[in-house]
């Protein structure tokens, strides 16, 4: 984790990361849950993943939740008929807090 800023905005604290993260190949027609370590993360948290590099085509942007302090639940949903392994690659991390 690097780069990290902070900002609010309303109700809501904004923390920015970067992360290198390597999602499991998600098969198709699916929506696992995957739970990766991202410190820093508070119960209630809402994390979006933004892609730096190529994301695969067919691959929702994962979204996730902070479920227990420092772990998020990634949700990869794959409507394809294929299974796709997105790999390991760097993501901006946008956390919301409340």
């Given amino acids: 984790m690097s780069n990290s800023r902070s ?5 809501f604290t904004e ?3 970067t992360q290198t993260i390597d999602f499991a190949s998600v098969a198709a027609a699916s ?5 990766i370590t991202v410190t820093g993360t508070l119960v209630g948290d809402w ?8 994301w695969p085509a067919g ?3 994962p979204q996730g ?3 227990v302090a ?6 990869l949903v794959n409507p394809t008929a294929a299974s796709v ?14």
């Avoid at 900002?7 to 109700?11: L, V």
């Avoid at 929506?31 to 739970?35: E, K, L, T």
């Avoid at 993943?49 to 190529?54: Q, R, S």
């Fill in 7 to 11: 900002s609010s905005s309303g109700p």
């Fill in 65 to 67: 939740r902070c479920l």
């Fill in 31 to 35: 929506a696992p849950d995957q739970a």
């Fill in 15 to 17: 923390l920015v990361l």
């Fill in 47 to 54: 994390v979006t993943a933004v892609p730096l590099g190529t």
């Fill in 59 to 61: 691959l929702a942007i």
């Fill in 70 to 75: 420092g772990t998020v639940q990634f949700r």
């Fill in 85 to 98: 392994d997105p790999g390991s690659q760097s993501f901006s991390l946008h956390i919301q807090r409340a």
